[in-house]
């Protein structure tokens, strides 16, 4: 995998061979990868992945069946407070006392934390857009202030690890930005781990991305070169009259280079019977030429020809398909 | 600055949480009702200033009242996953599980305050022997220490109050009716059992008789129970 960190950084999140079971559902399946200071970490895949159990152990909330996990140096199994002092962690959809207001909430984390309320909470009231919820009870909050109060949470000890499950699910597209912008601005110094399924949420806040399916690591990349590395390169869209889909479709095919056709909806003009595909190709082979030619030999007409990069969307669909259909177990 | 010990923030939450609940109120104002009609009960009807029938059912009434206020201690939070928000901060299973005895067994003890009425209406109207009352509020709160202990490892085994309460209850009443079992055992078993019995511990110390081996019972009692609970909060049926 990645991550031979430049000399001098320093790895604030070891973790090696990481394994859970529950029952005979392995969960999670020897893991291993470190993250060090001032990284964010997207960790990607479909539900049921081991997103959650992986963010569980890493907090220490679970017990790993097997394998490490290292703290900035502290085995969170060995001397679990003192690795928890170090971590600020938001579990999906923020659990809170729902009998509490917000601010004696607050209060309550930061007494636990041992950092003086007094001064942490109204500055956490002001970074997380709190001030017209502090007197209410966190029962009657939405959705997006609950998810703020649990950042705030989160938050309270600046932590060197910030750990979010799901920091952003649930919310609306402004609170999504406000969200983002919190974590991007802590990025900038801290390590930060984000699970999601927001794929262009990655793209813009992750530099790095581990993409978990079945529990087990199926990528791991700078988030700029997972494209390169894991997906078949380009793909050709072409729209051509005077044919079948069929006929284009094999015609295409046989076509050195090309890997495979489907099929894909063309923009239709009004009178003008046309068929449309998409053409795989091959590595980095460039088709285009021999496409035209195809065409013009069949004495078909080409309306249009235009390449697509595949999206990360495309990436992340190959990588974990084969394992969602089978990964139906439970989010632990 | 400085630190606060985590068992106490955890107690303090506790308690704020439960007496700023009508609970609190319900379950002390139930409590009152049944030991206030044993003891009227005696004052009126046999015309005697004691409190003996009061502290003698009162094992069978804390079996109930205890579990009552511990059953949400932890099966609420596990149900709503507020365990893992909990868990994750810097404290420790022993932090958690000492900060939720501390404000169960104050919860229960300050069900017993208003009884002090009883007491003052009994050396208004009559002399009773102070020996008895003082065992027996100390025997009280032994109970509620052992009670609370059980009441919390019951609640850590489940998401759900109702099957906590009843598991709690179910250990507490039988520690509480052991000794009427007994006369169905063979002699050689009456004394082991027998040792087992929450109700004739309780009833030796509100004798006014204070004997280690009553107060080595509660105290293991208790001790047992937390022990139980903090390895449950350690493994993974936190969940």
């Given at each position: 995998?990645?991550?031979?960190?430049?000399?001098?950084?320093?790895?604030?999140?070891?973790?090696?061979?990481?394994?859970?079971?529950?029952?005979?559902?392995?969960?999670?399946?020897?893991?291993?990868?470190?993250?060090?200071?001032?990284?964010?970490?997207?960790?990607?895949?479909?539900?049921?992945?081991?997103?959650?159990?992986?963010?569980?152990?890493?907090?220490?909330?679970?017990?790993?069946?097997?394998?490490?996990?290292?703290?900035?140096?502290?085995?969170?199994?060995?001397?679990?407070?003192?690795?928890?002092?170090?971590?600020?962690?938001?579990?999906?959809?923020?659990?809170?006392?729902?009998?509490?207001?917000?601010?004696?909430?607050?209060?309550?984390?930061?007494?636990?934390?041992?950092?003086?309320?007094?001064?942490?909470?109204?500055?956490?009231?002001?970074?997380?857009?709190?001030?017209?919820?502090?007197?209410?009870?966190?029962?009657?909050?939405?959705?997006?202030?609950?998810?703020?109060?649990?950042?705030?949470?989160?938050?309270?000890?600046?932590?060197?690890?910030?750990?979010?499950?799901?920091?952003?699910?649930?919310?609306?597209?402004?609170?999504?930005?406000?969200?983002?912008?919190?974590?991007?601005?802590?990025?900038?110094?801290?390590?930060?781990?984000?699970?999601?399924?927001?794929?262009?949420?990655?793209?813009?806040?992750?530099?790095?991305?581990?993409?978990?399916?079945?529990?087990?690591?199926?990528?791991?990349?700078?988030?700029?070169?997972?494209?390169?590395?894991?997906?078949?390169?380009?793909?050709?869209?072409?729209?051509?009259?005077?044919?079948?889909?069929?006929?284009?479709?094999?015609?295409?095919?046989?076509?050195?280079?090309?890997?495979?056709?489907?099929?894909?909806?063309?923009?239709?003009?009004?009178?003008?019977?046309?068929?449309?595909?998409?053409?795989?190709?091959?590595?980095?082979?460039?088709?285009?030429?021999?496409?035209?030619?195809?065409?013009?030999?069949?004495?078909?007409?080409?309306?249009?020809?235009?390449?697509?990069?595949?999206?990360?969307?495309?990436?992340?669909?190959?990588?974990?398909?084969?394992?969602?259909?089978?990964?139906?177990?439970?989010?632990? | 600055?400085?630190?606060?010990?985590?068992?106490?923030?955890?107690?303090?939450?506790?308690?704020?949480?439960?007496f700023s609940s009508p609970i609190a109120y319900i379950v002390t104002g139930l409590f009152l009702v049944f030991s206030g009609f044993l003891f009227f009960n005696t004052f009126f009807l046999a015309n005697r200033a004691e409190l003996r029938n009061f502290f003698s059912i009162l094992p069978i009434t804390l079996s109930f009242f205890i579990p009552a206020l511990t059953m949400r201690m932890l099966a609420e939070e596990k149900r709503s996953g507020s365990i893992e928000t909990l868990l994750t901060l810097p404290v420790t299973a022993f932090d958690v599980t000492l900060g939720k005895f501390l404000a169960a067994?104050?919860?229960?003890?300050?069900?017993?305050?208003?009884?002090?009425?009883?007491?003052?209406?009994?050396?208004?109207?009559?002399?009773p022997d102070a020996g008895p009352i003082i065992g027996g509020y100390l025997g009280a709160l032994f109970l509620i220490a052992s009670f609370s202990a059980i009441g919390l490892f019951a609640t850590s085994l489940t998401k759900n109050q109702i099957i906590a309460f009843f598991i709690a209850f179910t250990i507490c009443i039988l520690l509480s009716i052991l000794s009427g079992f007994l006369v169905?055992?063979?002699?050689?078993?009456?004394?082991?059992?027998?040792?087992?019995?929450?109700?004739?511990?309780?009833?030796?110390?509100?004798?006014?008789?204070?004997?280690?081996?009553?107060?080595?019972?509660?105290?293991?009692?208790?001790?047992?129970?937390?022990?139980?609970?903090?390895?449950?909060?350690?493994?993974?049926?936190?969940?």
């Amino acid at each position: 995998m990645l991550s031979a960190p430049a000399h001098g950084v320093q790895i604030m999140i070891e973790v090696s061979h990481l394994s859970k079971q529950f029952g005979t559902f392995r969960a999670v399946d020897d893991i291993s990868f470190s993250i060090p200071t001032g990284q964010i970490v997207g960790l990607l895949g479909p539900n049921g992945a081991g997103k959650t159990t992986t963010m569980r152990m890493i907090t220490g909330f679970l017990k790993a069946t097997d394998g490490t996990i290292s703290i900035d140096g502290t085995d969170i199994t060995e001397n679990p407070v003192e690795a928890k002092r170090k971590i600020g962690y938001m579990p999906e959809s923020a659990p809170l006392y729902s009998d509490m207001i917000v601010d004696d909430y607050l209060r309550y984390v930061a007494d636990l934390q041992g950092v003086n309320a007094d001064e942490k909470v109204p500055q956490l009231c002001e970074t997380c857009g709190l001030k017209e919820v502090m007197h209410k009870n966190i029962a009657d909050l939405s959705r997006g202030y609950r998810q703020r109060v649990g950042l705030a949470h989160a938050l309270m000890n600046d932590p060197e690890i910030l750990i979010l499950d799901e920091p952003t699910s649930g919310l609306d597209p402004n609170q999504i930005q406000d969200v983002r912008d919190v974590i991007k601005e802590i990025g900038k110094t801290r390590t930060v781990i984000i699970s999601t399924h927001i794929l262009g949420e990655v793209e813009m806040l992750c530099g790095r991305v581990i993409i978990i399916a079945k529990g087990k690591i199926v990528a791991d990349s700078p988030t700029g070169e997972l494209r390169e590395k894991y997906g078949h390169s380009a793909s050709v869209f072409v729209e051509a009259g005077g044919c079948s889909e069929s006929d284009l479709s094999q015609a295409l095919s046989q076509l050195e280079g090309v890997s495979s056709c489907t099929a894909e909806e063309g923009e239709a003009i009004e009178g003008v019977q046309t068929a449309s595909l998409l053409a795989h190709a091959e590595g980095n082979a460039e088709i285009r030429p021999a496409i035209f030619k195809a065409i013009a030999e069949k004495g078909w007409t080409l309306y249009e020809m235009s390449i697509r990069r595949n999206s990360l969307e495309d990436v992340f669909h190959s990588l974990t398909q084969d394992d969602a259909a089978t990964a139906e177990g439970e989010n632990a | 600055m400085k630190k606060q010990n985590a068992a106490l923030v955890i107690m303090k939450r506790e308690l704020s949480a439960y007496f700023s609940s009508p609970i609190a109120y319900i379950v002390t104002g139930l409590f009152l009702v049944f030991s206030g009609f044993l003891f009227f009960n005696t004052f009126f009807l046999a015309n005697r200033a004691e409190l003996r029938n009061f502290f003698s059912i009162l094992p069978i009434t804390l079996s109930f009242f205890i579990p009552a206020l511990t059953m949400r201690m932890l099966a609420e939070e596990k149900r709503s996953g507020s365990i893992e928000t909990l868990l994750t901060l810097p404290v420790t299973a022993f932090d958690v599980t000492l900060g939720k005895f501390l404000a169960a067994f104050i919860s229960g003890a300050a069900m017993l305050v208003p009884t002090l009425f009883y007491v003052i209406t009994c050396y208004v109207f009559g002399s009773p022997d102070a020996g008895p009352i003082i065992g027996g509020y100390l025997g009280a709160l032994f109970l509620i220490a052992s009670f609370s202990a059980i009441g919390l490892f019951a609640t850590s085994l489940t998401k759900n109050q109702i099957i906590a309460f009843f598991i709690a209850f179910t250990i507490c009443i039988l520690l509480s009716i052991l000794s009427g079992f007994l006369v169905f055992l063979p002699s050689w078993l009456v004394n082991f059992c027998s040792y087992f019995s929450a109700y004739s511990h309780f009833t030796s110390i509100a004798q006014g008789i204070i004997d280690t081996r009553d107060l080595i019972y509660f105290i293991s009692l208790t001790a047992i129970f937390f022990a139980l609970t903090v390895e449950i909060l350690k493994g993974d049926s936190r969940r």
